[in-house]
């Protein structure tokens, strides 16, 4: 007996210009682009599965032959496509969760849920932290008062209420800096993922952190410690950090172009603050961040179309750049 394949209407073996369509669209991704690579992933991995079984299967010698094994190649093709695009075994959902962070975009921020896999991650055990919890520790007498527990949690409910918010702060961090205000509005996005995780304190309260500078030795203001994911070595890893806390969105990209100036090392990404690619580039190069991919992650926010959308209703006119005041 064979099991009929699922009827989706995009779900056809012998649509030969998909994956055309599919490099193309990664040339500028968009949330649609992302999701239908993940499911062309799902549906080759289910497609090799499909034909292992079939190899560890005995023929049938009666109504084999070679047409009935290429109707079950056809078959199996069908079926992994139609599997794929349906998201069967979830595969395609965590893949495109990893493309959409790649790409500088994250899935709470479009509102793309994980389709039925957050049963699946409940069963997970608890990821093991890599740093101690200094937190469950009791406190030393005379040491200073531990930085308060929070987390991350949504600030705003759209990439464009986002950039309407921080642009007037970002404009006047990137004046002092000499720098594509642009260029720090993209950095924030990146590190909030456009709003959407936003470190808060134990009652909810925002940072206004918006670029992810933690509180090292000498800092001496308020301070949220939060989990948070480092790449060491190239492999992420889940860590507990103390990052600053400031009281408006101003303070915060005030503190952003102290941070960079009093560094020495943010030097020469200074120097070519004004542009976007070898500010980026700067960055990275300076350790700003772990992700051996951050100004690549950058960039493509710079040059996406989720920017440019939030930018247009700040334009003064339609053939004005937004920079221009």
């Known amino acids: 007996m064979v099991l009929s394949a699922p009827q989706h209407p995009e779900a056809n073996i012998f649509d030969t210009g998909s994956l055309d369509r599919l490099r193309h669209g990664l040339k500028d991704p968009q949330p649609s682009d992302l999701r239908q690579v993940a ?3 799902e549906s080759v991995f289910v497609g090799m599965m499909l034909k292992n079984m079939r190899a560890a299967t005995p023929g049938d010698e009666l109504f084999g032959g070679q047409a009935m094994e290429k109707y079950q190649q056809l078959h199996d093709q069908q079926l992994a496509r139609s599997v794929g695009q349906q998201g069967g075994f979830g595969i395609a959902d965590m893949v495109e969760r990893q493309l959409r962070e ?5 899935t709470r921020a479009t509102g793309v849920g994980d389709r039925g896999l957050e049963a699946y991650d409940r069963r997970l055990p608890p990821m093991r932290m890599n740093v101690p919890d200094t937190e469950a520790a009791a ?7 531990p930085h308060r ?3 991350k949690g949504a600030a705003w409910d759209t990439p464009e209420a986002f950039v ?10 990137a004046e002092q800096l000499g720098a594509d205000p642009r260029a720090l509005v993209a950095q924030a996005a990146l590190e909030t993922g456009w709003g959407q995780h936003v470190i808060r304190d134990g009652e909810g309260n925002s940072s206004n952190n918006l670029f992810g500078i933690k509180a090292d030795a000498g800092w001496d203001g308020d301070s949220v410690r939060v989990p948070t994911l480092e790449f060491r070595e190239g492999i992420p890893q889940r860590e507990t950090a103390s990052f600053r806390a400031y009281g408006s969105l101003e303070e915060g990209f005030q503190d952003y172009v102290r941070f960079l100036e009093d560094n020495p090392r943010y030097r020469q990404a200074l120097d070519s603050a004004g542009d976007p690619q070898a500010w980026t580039e700067g960055l990275q190069e300076a350790g700003y961040a772990t992700d051996p991919a951050y100004a690549d992650k950058l960039q493509r926010i710079l040059g996406g179309r989720q920017l440019e959308a939030a930018l247009e209703p700040l334009k003064p006119s339609a053939d004005r750049p937004i920079t221009e005041t």
């Open 102 to 106: 790649q790409a500088g975009l994250e």
């Open 139 to 145: 406190p030393r007498a005379g040491a200073p008062e």
């Open 39 to 41: 499911e062309e992933f």
């Open 164 to 173: 309407r918010d921080v642009w007037p702060a970002a404009k006047g961090a």
């Open 149 to 151: 527990p929070g987390g």
